[in-house]
Structures are given as structure tokens and as C-alpha cells.
């Protein structure tokens, strides 16, 4: 138990469908993240956000929407996704948005799309 | 552009056995961290090394900072089932915010 709790664990949409994932932390941290990781690819950082601004948008489609409404819960918003989207999706939290802090990660929503 | 490569991508052995695994780059970080993920699983921080020439002991895992900052890696002794996962550094690269990472390597220890 890493103190990220990532639902669903498993997801399967059309492309033509809107669905979202939910992540949320209880370690009080002021840093959480989105990763997409595909296999044999290195993480890929989505969205970064600190004391819920957005700081970091690493040209993400818009098809991917990011909602931080507090420092404990991050939000992903799918819609209209493309079969190369299927991958693990990974929340994680830090105490800070440097790079020397530790990454906590929740065990991830497989996502994958028809 | 900042490239982590981690090689063997792949590696299976029987319990027992000592195995490195390596994580090299042509560009300088200022620290280098570890991390473990297993099936189903986020990944989750084994070390950091900071220093240059730096070594790190975690039970039976060693891990090795290189001299110069641009390579690292990980043996593990008398490996066990339990030791089975993906393998990935990510690198801080001065001046930028972003983790670099490797894209792993997949270790199974068979019984």
C-alpha cells in the first residue's frame, strides 16, 4: 500500500466513449502526476500539478483532460481515444514538484481502447 | 535530448544466481533512482544515488553510481522468486524538472 488509490484497476472503452480515472492520495502531499507507460517504453510524463495548478502539460492531446480539484484527488478525462492509447496509466504523488522527491505510485488503470 | 537505456531489456534465471543489470547515458545527472515494479503494480523507489562512484546496499541489491554521473547499475546476489519485476531508473537532469527514464528491464527469477 503506497498511499495512492487509483480506480478502475481495468478499463476498456470504445472510441467513441467518455469515461475517467480517479486517483487520490492520503499523504498529504502537494505533488501529483500522470504517466502513461506502454510496454518497452520508457514512463511518460502527462500532466504535473502543484498545489493543483497545472504546471506541467507535456503536449498531451486534448482528448486527455486534467481535473486537480484538491491537493488529494487528480483526475484523467478520456474522450474520443485512439487504439494507440491503450497503455498503463499511473497516478503519482510527491511532497514536492522537484525531482529529487520520491514518487509514490498507484497500482495503475490498464486502459484499452477498441 | 536525455536518453536513460537500460539493458538487458529482458533477463530470466534460476534461483540462486547473481545477475547486473545497467542503466547507461551520455548525459550527466545529478542523481539517479531506482525503482521496482511488480505485476500489477505501480513502481515503487528502491534507492537514489547522488554522488559519483557512489554505492548503495539494499539487503542483497547493490546499486553503483558511475564515476562521471552518466551510468549506474544494480546487481543482486543469490537471486530469489520474490526479486521478479521491471527494473527502471529515471535520471534528474540538472536544470529540468523532468525525470528521464529507462524503459526497464523485465527480470524473472525461476524457482
Known amino acids: 500500500e503506497t498511499g495512492v488509490t487509483q480506480t478502475p484497476r481495468h478499463l476498456v472503452m470504445g472510441m467513441t466513449n467518455k469515461k475517467s480515472l480517479k486517483c487520490e492520495q492520503h499523504l498529504g502531499h502537494n505533488a501529483m502526476y500522470w504517466y502513461k507507460q506502454s510496454a518497452k517504453k520508457p514512463l511518460e510524463l502527462m500532466f504535473v500539478y502543484s498545489l493543483e495548478e497545472r504546471v506541467e502539460n507535456n503536449s498531451v492531446p486534448s482528448r486527455f483532460s486534467p481535473e486537480c480539484p484538491n491537493s488529494s484527488h487528480l483526475f484523467l478525462h478520456l474522450h474520443t481515444l485512439q487504439p494507440e492509447d491503450s497503455a498503463l496509466y499511473l497516478c503519482?504523488?510527491?511532497?514536492?514538484?522537484?525531482?529529487?522527491?520520491?514518487?509514490?505510485f498507484g497500482s495503475g488503470t490498464q486502459l484499452s481502447v477498441l | 535530448t536525455q536518453l536513460l537505456e537500460q539493458s538487458p531489456q529482458f533477463l530470466s534465471i534460476q534461483e540462486g544466481e547473481n545477475l547486473t543489470v545497467y542503466c547507461n547515458s551520455s548525459?550527466?545527472?545529478?542523481?539517479l533512482q531506482w525503482y521496482r515494479q511488480e505485476p500489477g503494480e505501480g513502481p515503487v523507489l528502491l534507492v537514489t544515488v547522488v554522488t559519483g562512484g557512489e554505492v548503495k546496499k539494499l539487503k542483497r541489491l547493490t546499486f553503483q553510481f558511475g564515476d562521471a554521473r552518466k551510468d549506474s547499475s544494480l546487481h543482486i546476489t543469490a537471486a530469489q522468486p520474490g526479486d521478479t519485476g521491471l527494473y527502471l531508473c529515471?535520471?534528474?537532469?540538472?536544470?529540468?524538472?523532468?525525470?528521464?527514464w529507462g524503459a526497464g528491464t523485465k527480470l524473472i527469477i525461476k524457482p
Open positions: 529515471a535520471g534528474e537532469w540538472d536544470s529540468n524538472y523532468q525525470l528521464i
Open positions: 548525459s550527466v545527472f545529478s542523481s
Open positions: 503519482a504523488s510527491s511532497k514536492g514538484q522537484t525531482t529529487n522527491e520520491k514518487l509514490f
